[in-house]
């Protein structure tokens, strides 16, 4: 029998630490646990927040509704000459399954090792670092439609990716339940080296013929040095997605800017580093209430304790308008705002 909470507080459950509180909550720990909660009209015509990790959501006000805390857990394979086949419940924490791969060989996630959150969220939100992104090793994924009751199998052709964008976050948000992921890894490794400080740490640690164990550790202690850890001040990672221009708009922006950090993007476009940005609008370390940037990565949001969600939602929309005003490049937040802000 699935226990329903009430007036229960999130701030444990997110990882920017905001206190909030949830009208109703419920933990699923197995898809059935789904049908039963559907199975009562009332949990139809409330809205609902779907919540894995807490680490990539801003809460700007006491949620309303029922939130549905996923705590799916699992983690299974299946080997077929050099491919192999990882399954996930939706609440396994994503680093646990990375280091599970890791450890036993499985190339294709190195590169995403210590993102926070969970195994569910991770094709929603289509999460990348480090020149890899979800969709480059998922397979498909199985989801609780709300609507029909029923548990459908996604493809990678029905999750339509994007960068950081995918179904579950356009035509289909708030109307699926993602209860494991499916990803297809090789025990033949093809290494990712060339994004980011990964091959300047690998040379520093005289390595040269690198393992997918090399290669996770490197990225790990580049997050370390980078990004504040959740349980010691509040944040969830990167706030901002990076921009993504078209080469004349990166032709003119460049012209003006020379020294901007960019990255191809496919034919035509160019993607920016939105920490770059920030940091040439003098925010890297900036300290605002009890808000502000963190001192080693202007990308990154942080509660210093007490901030309310609406504080680090009004500090973010001052950052927006700076780096438009310099720039003229419209930054979008990459965590998902719940609530409405004032």
Aim: with cysteine; aromatic share 8%; hydrophobic share 40%.
């Amino acid at each position: 029998m699935l226990q329903i909470q009430e007036n229960t507080s999130l701030k444990h459950l997110n990882t920017f630490g905001i206190e909030a509180h949830a009208r109703y909550f419920v933990e699923i720990s197995h898809e059935d646990d789904l049908a039963e909660l559907f199975a009562d009209e009332k949990w139809n015509n409330i809205p609902r927040l779907v919540l894995g990790g807490g680490s990539n959501m801003l809460m700007v006000n006491d949620f309303d509704g029922l939130v549905i805390r996923i705590n799916i857990r699992g983690i299974e394979h299946r080997i077929n000459q050099d491919e192999v086949i990882v399954e996930a419940g939706g609440g396994e924490v994503w680093n646990d399954l990375v280091n599970f791969c890791v450890d036993r060989g499985f190339a294709g996630m190195e590169n995403l090792s210590l993102i926070p959150g969970s195994v569910g969220a991770s094709p929603i939100q289509n999460i990348g670092a480090y020149g890899v992104e979800i969709k480059d090793v998922f397979e498909s994924c199985r989801a609780f439609e709300i609507a029909t009751g029923q548990i459908k199998t996604f493809t990678h052709a029905d999750c339509k990716f994007g960068y950081r964008e995918s179904i579950f976050k356009s035509e289909l948000k708030g109307q699926c339940i993602i209860t494991s992921v499916k990803y297809k890894l090789s025990l033949t490794p093809n290494l990712n080296l060339k994004y980011g400080a990964i091959e300047q740490e690998l040379t520093a640690r005289g390595i040269t013929n690198p393992t997918i164990k090399d290669v996770s550790a490197v990225v790990s202690h580049i997050r370390v040095s980078k990004l504040p850890d959740p349980s010691t001040i509040g944040n969830a990672g990167s706030f901002f997605k990076n921009p993504v221009i078209d080469v004349d708009k990166f032709s003119l922006l460049i012209t003006n800017h020379p020294g901007v950090v960019n990255y191809p993007a496919g034919e035509g476009f160019i993607k920016l580093a939105a920490g770059w940005l920030i940091e040439q609008c003098g925010w890297r370390g900036k300290v605002v209430g009890n808000t502000g940037t963190w001192k080693n990565q202007a990308l990154v949001l942080v509660n210093h304790g007490g901030a309310t969600g609406q504080e680090v939602y009004d500090f973010s929309s001052q950052i927006i308008d700076s780096v438009y005003a310099k720039f003229g490049v419209k930054l979008e937040r990459e965590v998902n705002i719940i609530g409405n802000p004032g």
